[in-house]
């Protein structure tokens, strides 16, 4: 059975960074592509990006380029999101989640909640 | 980047009334390779993540009620709720995936019950 298990909430000061971790089971990384979404308060989805940890690529939406890095530990079957630079504006849920590609097979973590404050 | 884009934004509906949600990509969907439409519609009820409804335009995941039914064409689909229930409180999105990994979601549609 597929579980996609994210680390535990983190306060962070403007101006730090933060390393999320989504440890898989179930699955192998090696052939599916990990995506990560945010939810700030009281606004929508937003996809920050996603890694094929099978081959190290990574993609980063437009808005978070220069300040989000994607890494996956196969041997650890885990992914991670480091977001830098951090704003008010990062204060979310972030999610990581095995997108369905056709097949209806969707999976999400439970979510991870920063929040950036002084 | 495709564009996603969902109305209404809020939608108070009566228990057992049908309730329906458009969205509109900024370029068609359709995958002349596969044949296929890849838009998805999810469901996030409050304090929980994102839940599979729709895939692919109308198939719904495994254990969505028939109630909900997906439809539409190339950029215009539909998402409809025949009969809504208390359950179905929640924010909707359509998320399009036809450069997958790259996905986008519409802003999605917050459900209330009247």
Partial sequence: ??????????VKSPGASVKISCKASGFSLSSYAMHWVRQAPGQ?????????????????????QGRVTFTGDISATTVYMELTRLTSEDTAF???????TGMGDDHWGQGTLVTVSS | DIVMTQIP??????????????????????????GNIHLDWYLQKPGQSPQLLIHT???????????????GSGTDFTLKISRVEAEDVGVYYC????DFPSITFGQGTRLEIK
């Avoid at chain 2, 335009?57 to 439809?71: E, K």
């Fill in chain 1, 94 to 100: 972030y999610y990581c989640a095995r997108i369905n």
């Fill in chain 1, 44 to 64: 929508g989805l937003e996809s920050i990006g996603w890694i094929t940890a099978g081959n190290g690529n990574t993609r980063a939406s437009q808005k978070f």
């Fill in chain 2, 9 to 34: 934004l809020s939608l108070p509906v009566t228990p057992g009334e049908s309730a329906s949600i458009s969205c509109r990509s900024s370029r068609s969907l359709f995958d002349p390779v596969d």
């Fill in chain 1, 1 to 10: 059975q597929v579980h996609l298990v994210q680390s535990g909430a983190v």
């Fill in chain 2, 95 to 98: 998320m399009q995936r036809l």
């Fill in chain 2, 57 to 71: 335009l109308s198939y719904r995941a495994s254990g969505v009620p028939d109630r909900f039914s997906g439809s």
